[in-house]
């Protein structure tokens, strides 16, 4: 498929969920940090899936287990050229984004960390991206270093260059922090990273779904995302890895399918990635995602970010201009993610009220307990945008957002 024009009414048309009501009232979904929403394609794609070709992969010679194997195969391929990976042995397939950090960290317990040795996060990591770290160093007696981050919610890269010596033997950072927006300088990171040889993980969770990625132009080391995320299903995402690293490290589940051949006196495993494929893996989630990246590679991705945009200075302007209202992260490279406070209103208070009028936020910490200490508040309300959200969907959360200030005064 070429990429069209990026095409809004169509677009919109595409997912049949955004075509509903909650509470009588229009869907406004603006939480699609926490996930995205699913088009009719890839629906369609799971339920083709189970009517006509529903068997196990890898074991069968029937011709079921082909189609079933073949499609999963496939769809490695294709994430591989979505993530711009010139390898599809690279393409891990894991629960999520939170099951491929902890991957990741398994292994360097293994085999990598030792007493002393750092690993360097930063002030503004979901908690998928910190306690795999907290719980490696845990064991091996390495030390966690936090990269800080300013009142705007901007890395401070001259505290990161500083942190990095000898001893940091993983440098694993988000792309996009999902609490604040803050798009993350990462090429910098990687290029300053390798100076002194250190490898990089890159947490792809909020940047997959709304800008292309390239892992061989970054050359990061692990590159890590959830389906869920680029509006395919839950339970299915992705740990890309560089060829050398990933055959370092030891497989983290073992049992069926990842072996080359068991013994009772051992075992030996599969090459990459089988190796870290242990059991009957999500089949149709993977089918699922890889309808959704048929998807968004069918689309105009560079139109979809410039409409996010226009979107999230709207949305800033008009929520700026409410009375009480704080904005926390206002980081001038910034994703369409909105986190809010008004007045002394509980974030949970914001979200049932614009729930009343069918407006979908989240209210809370956002897996970013520390971020949010750093700020000083325990949660925030946050309104994150998708290429199918429009101009009214603004209009929809200021309106509610004003009516509420009104009615706690
Ligand atoms: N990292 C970031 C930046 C995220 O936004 C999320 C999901 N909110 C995760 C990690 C964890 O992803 P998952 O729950 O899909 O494993």
């Given at each position: 498929?070429?990429?069209?024009?990026?095409?809004?009414a169509?677009?919109?048309?595409?997912?049949?969920?955004?075509?509903?009501?909650?509470?009588?009232?229009?869907?406004?979904?603006?939480?699609?940090a926490?996930?995205g929403?699913?088009?009719?394609?890839?629906?369609?794609?799971?339920e083709?899936?189970?009517?006509?070709?529903?068997?196990?992969?890898?074991?069968?010679?029937?011709?079921?287990?082909?189609?079933?194997?073949?499609?999963?195969?496939?769809?490695r391929?294709?994430?591989?050229?979505?993530?711009?990976?010139?390898?599809?042995?690279?393409?891990v397939?894991?629960?999520?984004?939170?099951?491929?950090?902890?991957?990741?960290a398994?292994?360097?317990?293994?085999?990598?960390?030792?007493?002393?040795?750092?690993i360097?996060?930063?002030?503004?990591?979901?908690?998928?991206?910190?306690?795999?770290?907290q719980i490696?160093?845990?064991?091996?007696?390495?030390?966690?270093?936090?990269?800080?981050?300013?009142?705007?919610g901007?890395?401070?890269?001259?505290?990161?260059?500083?942190?990095?010596?000898?001893?940091?033997?993983?440098?694993?950072?988000?792309?996009?922090?999902?609490?604040?927006?803050?798009?993350?300088?990462?090429?910098r990171?990687?290029?300053?990273?390798?100076?002194?040889?250190?490898?990089?993980?890159i947490?792809?969770a909020?940047?997959t779904?709304?800008?292309?990625?390239?892992?061989?132009?970054?050359?990061c080391?692990f590159?890590?995302?959830s389906?869920?995320?680029i509006?395919?299903?839950?339970?299915?995402?992705?740990?890309?890895?560089?060829?050398?690293?990933?055959?370092?490290?030891?497989?983290?589940?073992s049992?069926?399918?990842?072996?080359?051949?068991?013994?009772?006196?051992?075992?030996t495993?599969k090459?990459?990635?089988?190796?870290?494929?242990?059991?009957?893996?999500?089949?149709e989630?993977?089918?699922?995602?890889?309808?959704?990246?048929?998807?968004?590679?069918?689309?105009?991705?560079?139109?979809?970010?410039?409409?996010?945009?226009a979107?999230?200075?709207?949305?800033?302007?008009?929520?700026?201009a409410?009375?009480?209202?704080?904005?926390?992260?206002t980081?001038?490279?910034?994703?369409?993610v909105?986190?809010?406070?008004?007045n002394?209103?509980?974030?949970?208070?914001?979200?049932?009220?614009?729930?009343?009028?069918?407006?979908?936020?989240?209210?809370?910490?956002?897996?970013?307990?520390?971020?949010?200490?750093?700020?000083?508040?325990?949660?925030?309300?946050?309104a994150?945008?998708a290429?199918y959200?429009?101009f009214?969907?603004?209009?929809?959360?200021?309106?509610?957002v004003?009516?509420?200030q009104?009615?706690?005064?």
């Amino acid at each position: 498929m070429s990429p069209q024009l990026f095409d809004f009414a169509q677009v919109r048309a595409d997912f049949p969920i955004l075509a509903t009501e909650v509470r009588g009232k229009p869907l406004t979904y603006l939480d699609n940090a926490a996930t995205g929403q699913k088009p009719q394609l890839v629906i369609d794609a799971i339920e083709r899936y189970y009517a006509t070709e529903n068997s196990n992969i890898h074991r069968g010679v029937h011709y079921l287990s082909e189609c079933a194997t073949d499609a999963y195969e496939a769809a490695r391929t294709k994430v591989a050229s979505f993530i711009g990976a010139s390898d599809a042995d690279e393409v891990v397939f894991t629960r999520g984004t939170t099951e491929s950090i902890n991957l990741v960290a398994h292994g360097f317990v293994e085999t990598i960390l030792k007493e002393g040795d750092e690993i360097v996060i930063s002030h503004m990591e979901h908690h998928a991206n910190i306690v795999p770290w907290q719980i490696a160093s845990q064991k091996t007696g390495a030390v966690l270093k936090v990269v800080p981050v300013d009142e705007r919610g901007v890395l401070d890269m001259a505290a990161f260059e500083q942190m990095l010596s000898d001893k940091t033997k993983l440098v694993a950072i988000t792309h996009i922090s999902n609490a604040l927006g803050t798009i993350n300088p990462i090429e910098r990171i990687i290029r300053k990273a390798h100076a002194l040889n250190v490898p990089v993980l890159i947490d792809g969770a909020q940047s997959t779904p709304h800008m292309p990625v390239d892992v061989s132009a970054l050359d990061c080391d692990f590159f890590v995302f959830s389906g869920h995320k680029i509006f395919g299903p839950t339970g299915i995402g992705v740990l890309w890895g560089k060829r050398e690293w990933l055959e370092r490290l030891p497989p983290y589940q073992s049992g069926g399918d990842m072996i080359e051949k068991v013994d009772f006196e051992g075992t030996t495993y599969k090459g990459i990635p089988g190796k870290f494929e242990a059991g009957t893996p999500h089949i149709e989630g993977v089918i699922g995602m890889a309808a959704a990246i048929d998807y968004l590679q069918s689309m105009d991705r560079v139109g979809a970010l410039a409409h996010e945009s226009a979107l999230l200075t709207d949305a800033t302007e008009k929520l700026s201009a409410i009375e009480g209202m704080r904005l926390i992260g206002t980081a001038p490279e910034k994703a369409s993610v909105i986190s809010f406070l008004i007045n002394d209103i509980h974030p949970h208070d914001i979200g049932t009220f614009l729930d009343a009028d069918g407006v979908a936020v989240r209210a809370g910490h956002h897996c970013t307990q520390p971020l949010l200490k750093r700020f000083g508040v325990p949660a925030t309300a946050r309104a994150s945008f998708a290429f199918y959200n429009n101009f009214e969907d603004v209009d929809r959360l200021v309106t509610a957002v004003q009516k509420m200030q009104r009615f706690f005064g």
